[in-house]
């Protein structure tokens, strides 16, 4: 995990400013069972 600087948020969308680059793959609704340090596979 990533940390990231939020921005401008809604009822429906999060501005992220910081901590995200182009390209980077970004899970917005991972399982419980995600914690820091495991592997995922896409």
């Known amino acids: 995990m990533v940390p ?3 921005g401008l948020t809604n009822d429906h969308e999060v ?3 910081e ?3 182009k390209g980077d793959t970004v899970i917005v609704a991972p399982p419980k069972s995600l914690v ?3 592997r995922v596979k896409f």
């Open 19 to 21: 901590g995200v680059n």
């Open 15 to 17: 501005e992220i400013v």
């Open 4 to 6: 990231i600087k939020v």
């Open 36 to 38: 820091s340090g495991v």
